[in-house]
């Protein structure tokens, strides 16, 4: 008896320490959904004007932007007193590929468990470079969002697309000739092992790996429409699946009330997509005057990226270089026809295979300048990329207006030293310029800090 007696005191004493300790957790947790801050003295650049406000106060509470005056501003908050700086959204990247940054080509099918340490360490510098949200397009991103997600790992907003969904021998599809002949419903490659992307050469097949994505918490479903730069086996003038697969992937998409990118650079490849109803264009570099105005006519999207160079080729054969050059010489024309139609775009980068490119991320938003005001480049970065995002409708994994300061907006902020409306060249560096990085309330960089 004595003994079932000190049992039951153990269980007793046990069972009120695991009461304090939640007791405990649920005060820790209520601190920190109360936790606030408050910008002081800061000048805004909302992520739509052309101009900075007066000095203003921004109290952020719960992840959201709560309240913003000219005023002073009175609250229980941690300040920040910007002493004038400028407080602008964080910035959004439409075209990122989370999962293939930092590998070789070869690398990407190799080890899953360190690419995914790589991509997170990838992840935590692409937030560092004040890049608070990507539209990652193509690549097994869905376990990274996650860990981001539940804090584990610092890193942006990840709006996944999962795998890139190609026909045999597009953009995309990196077997080798060895790998030949494929069997229908057979084994899968290494690439579609590991998510990067799947072969499907029938609308039904289309169908299925559509939907495969969205399972897995797809925001957007990505095809590649025609021939890309880093694939082997794909020609760039060539253009792959037929517009009633194309359209499988939109109905599939559609169902879930989100949407389909294509990748497409050709004439061919972008009006096939948009009669397939597909919702935004990535790249088209090599577009037409009759494909612009189409683009413009149905509203559709073009996510483009200012390739000027061919640094984004180094990890690449000869022949994927010269198709780097053609891609290369279309992007005064593509930016040019953009603004001749008034064509609803958003910015990206697309790196590949390349952490010193990726460095450069914010160097290339300031090469936006070539066509725009550093105005109108800081916007489509921030408001415009934000209503790129919300195209995935319910499927949005963050509800919530982003890429603009206003209230009731999420807090993804920068705090910048200098204006970049008068010298966009301060984004080219982000451990200098950037005093304070904000995502979702919490403050992941704060200069100010002792």
């Known amino acids: 008896m004595s003994g079932l007696r000190m049992s039951a005191k153990v269980f007793a004493v046990a069972a009120l320490l695991g009461g304090i300790a939640m007791v405990l957790a649920s005060l820790s947790s209520a601190r920190a959904q109360e936790a606030a801050v408050l910008f002081r003295n800061v000048r805004i650049f909302d ?36 002493g004038g700086r400028v407080l602008m959204p964080g910035l959004i990247d439409a075209h990122w590929h989370a999962m293939l940054v930092r590998p070789t080509p070869a690398a990407a099918l190799g080890d899953v468990g360190y690419n995914n340490l790589l991509a997170g360490s990838e992840a935590t ?26 804090d584990l790992v610092a890193g942006p907003r990840i709006y996944p697309s999962g795998a890139i ?6 953009h995309g599809d990196f077997r080798q000739l060895t790998d030949l002949p494929r069997t229908i419903g057979g ?29 897995q918490g797809a925001s957007q479903v990505k095809l590649t429409a025609g021939g890309g730069v880093a694939s082997p086996f794909s020609p760039l003038d060539v253009s792959t699946f037929t517009e009633p697969e194309l359209r499988a992937a939109v109905e599939a998409a559609d169902n879930w009330g989100t949407y389909v990118v294509t990748h497409a650079y050709t004439p061919v490849a972008i009006q096939r997509s948009i009669a397939a109803g597909v919702r935004c264009i990535e790249h088209g570099h090599l577009m037409d005057e009759a494909s612009a105005k189409l683009i ?155």
């Open 296 to 450: 413009a006519e149905k509203g559709v999207w073009l996510s483009t990226q200012p390739f000027l160079d061919l640094s984004g080729a180094a990890a690449l054969g000869p022949s994927e270089q010269d198709k780097m050059r053609q891609v290369v010489a279309g992007t005064d024309r593509v930016y040019a026809l953009a603004k001749k139609y008034k064509i609803k775009t958003a910015f990206g980068t697309d790196v590949l295979f390349s952490k010193a490119l990726a460095d450069r991320q914010g160097s290339m938003l300031a090469a936006l300048t070539r066509w725009y005001t550093p105005a109108e480049a800081l916007a489509m970065a921030t408001s415009a990329n934000a209503e790129l995002l919300s195209l995935s409708g319910l499927r949005n994994p963050y509800p919530g207006k982003l890429g603009v300061v206003e209230e009731g907006a999420l807090a993804d902020l920068l705090l910048v030293d200098g204006n970049p409306l008068e010298n966009i060249a301060l984004v080219e560096d982000p451990a200098k310029n950037f005093v304070v990085i904000m995502k979702a309330g919490k403050i992941y960089k704060n200069r100010f800090a002792r």
């Open 165 to 170: 969904i190609t026909i045999t021998s597009g």
């Open 47 to 82: 992520g739509k004007g052309s101009a900075l406000s007066a000095p203003s106060s921004v109290l952020v509470r719960n992840g959201v932007i709560e309240k913003i005056s000219t005023a002073d501003v009175t609250a229980t908050a941690e300040v920040i007193d910007g």
């Open 187 to 215: 084994m899968l490659s290494r690439m579609e092992l590991v998510g990067g992307s799947m072969v499907a050469d029938s609308p039904d097949e289309v169908r299925v790996r559509a939907r495969e994505q969205l399972m």
């Open 125 to 150: 510098a692409t937030l560092m470079r004040g890049f608070t949200t990507v539209r990652d397009m193509g690549g097994p991103s869905f376990g990274l969002k996650r860990a981001i997600d539940e």
